[in-house]
């Protein structure tokens, strides 16, 4: 059996060192063959020299460096399609979910799952990324409808058979989680101790969690469109009542005039609404668009240690 280890990193000089040596002891106490896919996601730092430096003399640590940054679940995806081992392990470099836990997760998989989560006891994180945190993962459960594992962490793993089901979705607006639960088969998860960020910041801030929670509810989700549709309904019905109390009034004889300014006001109201729902649509005609120009996932610059494909 070997295991792959996808670590797609992006500003990671303060903490590849650490992330080595700790999982290199982790995976020697298992004693088991193994290999540590990194994918540099465009990084200008020392991430990259770090790495080679380390793999010049270990042909177990690999290398893809993408051309440019093209977002973590494109990284990931390129990790994925390059790895070789029987089990993928995915994880970040920040040690907050840590190494420790690789053999909890072998033992897990080898009961005959596919995929196994890992879902943190206790985020070890700032107030205020917490906070952001439980909005993101809100916001994806109610809109999209995904069965999402609450207080999911990003460290988990899946076999080669659900390595090979994942490649087959090509779609250029990727939201990992979502296909991983759409892929299905046999699913589970444990419970693993989290400790703080090793170094650094997290580059996963509130503005790109929320651009990926919307690009997944575009991608898993009708909803926007048939909110569009009740509030259509909703107006006309609304316009009709007002039209049928105008006719009522005039026919009891109630003296009254309703002013131009009520009437640009509803306009522009009414216009604003119009606006809105033809701007959802023209994101999921932009997405079909994206998609149906059949663009590759990923560009690649470099490989270390590994052979092209």
């Not at 809109?143 to 990003?154: E, I, N």
């Not at 997405?287 to 092209?308: A, C, D, H, Q, V």
Request: aromatic letters at 12%; proline letters at 3%; glycine letters at 6%.
């Amino acid at each position: 059996m070997k295991l792959s280890l996808v670590v797609p990193v992006y500003f990671e000089e303060e903490v590849i060192a650490q992330f080595l040596m700790e999982t290199s002891e982790a995976l020697a106490e298992l004693g088991i063959a193994y290999e540590i896919v990194f994918i540099d996601d465009g990084s200008t730092d020392r991430t990259v020299a770090i790495i080679k430096d380390h793999a010049v003399n270990n042909q177990r640590i690999k290398l893809i460096e993408l051309s440019y940054n093209h977002g973590k679940q494109a990284a990931l995806t390129a990790g994925i399609h390059h790895a070789k081992g029987d089990y993928l392990l995915y994880m970040d470099p920040d040690l907050q979910d840590p190494p420790k836990e690789i053999s909890r997760f072998i033992t897990e998989i080898e009961k005959g799952y596919d995929l196994v989560f890992g879902v943190r006891k206790e985020k070890k994180d700032s107030f205020i990324n917490r906070i952001f945190s439980k909005i993101f993962w809100s916001v994806l459960r109610k809109f999209t409808g995904l069965q999402l594992p609450k207080g999911l962490a990003v460290m988990r793993i899946f076999n080669r058979r659900f390595a090979d089901q994942f490649l087959r979705y090509q779609e250029q607006n990727r939201f990992i989680e979502g296909i991983f639960m759409h892929i299905g088969l046999r699913q589970t998860q444990i419970e693993i101790e989290q400790r703080p960020r090793f170094a650094g910041t997290s580059k996963f801030n509130f503005r790109k969690k929320m651009e990926l929670a919307f690009n997944a509810i575009f991608d898993f989700s009708e909803l926007p469109l048939k909110l569009a549709l009740k509030m259509g309904v909703f107006f006309i019905a609304f316009g009709i009542l007002i039209l049928l109390t105008i006719v009522v009034l005039k026919i009891t004889l109630v003296d009254f005039q309703s002013g131009w300014p009520s009437i640009i006001g509803a306009m522009i109201i009414s216009t604003g609404i119009l606006l809105f729902f033809i701007g959802i649509a023209a994101l999921y005609i932009g997405k079909i668009y994206k998609e149906s120009k059949g663009r590759p996932l990923f560009s690649i610059k470099e490989l270390t240690n590994i052979e092209p494909k």
